[in-house]
């Protein structure tokens, strides 16, 4: 019996076909530099990722890769002053003293958001924010309701106050608008402070 020369060939193209089809699973996409892998883990605020966060001991610098860097009270002023201003942009204030503070002559370095720094001998000493856009890593801010505070720490009236609703969340102090509870946080502090009581 003999195959005709197309029947060869087609026959010849099937066993072929047949032998390569080994079916197997497609492989697991692999991440692509288009398609990151994300770490997982909390968010970190906005700003502290290449910015500056408050807190209770003095301030921490964030840089662009989520690396911090603390700035704790009696870190010297010059040191401090140049980190902020690197941090949140533009030129060092102009650095003030008043000499009729309580603890004795103090210096400030007033930056435009809000944020103003006290110095005593040459050493930063404390800080005070009136504006938003900046908060403690754990989210406490100028602005937030007493409620919304309420929720993420304990906050305590200073009811011998003469300044106003003042009160203290943990290691931070500040003062809302009114004693309502819905009255928002209208300025924080922590440390030195030059307020005449």
């Known amino acids: 019996m003999r195959i005709a020369p197309r029947t060869a060939l087609a026959l010849a193209a099937l066993v072929a076909v047949a032998a390569c089809d080994r079916s197997q699973p497609p492989a697991a996409a692999t991440p692509t530099p288009a398609d990151p892998v994300r770490a997982e883990g909390p968010a970190l605020p906005a700003q502290s990722i290449g910015g500056l966060a408050i807190e209770g001991e003095g301030l921490r610098i964030f840089d662009a890769a989520g690396g911090a860097r603390a700035l704790p009270f009696e870190t010297p002023q010059a040191t401090v002053i140049a980190a902020v ?3 949140v942009g533009g030129a060092a204030p102009e650095v003030t003293t008043n000499s009729e503070c309580g603890a004795g ?5 007033q930056f435009g958001n809000g944020l103003q720094l006290a110095f005593q001998d040459s050493k930063f000493a404390g800080w005070t924010l009136d504006q938003e856009g900046l908060s403690t890593v ?3 801010e100028v602005g937030m309701s007493r409620a919304a505070l309420s929720a993420n720490r304990t906050v305590e009236m200073q009811e011998d106050s003469t300044l106003g609703a003042e009160f203290s969340a943990g290691d931070i102090s500040g003062f ?3 004693t309502a509870a819905d009255s928002p946080v209208i300025s924080l502090y922590a440390g030195l ?3 005449f009581r």
């Open 85 to 87: 201003a690197a941090s």
């Open 105 to 109: 002559p103090v210096q400030f370095a």
């Open 193 to 195: 402070t030059c307020f």
């Open 138 to 140: 754990d989210g406490v």
């Open 176 to 178: 809302f608008a009114s």
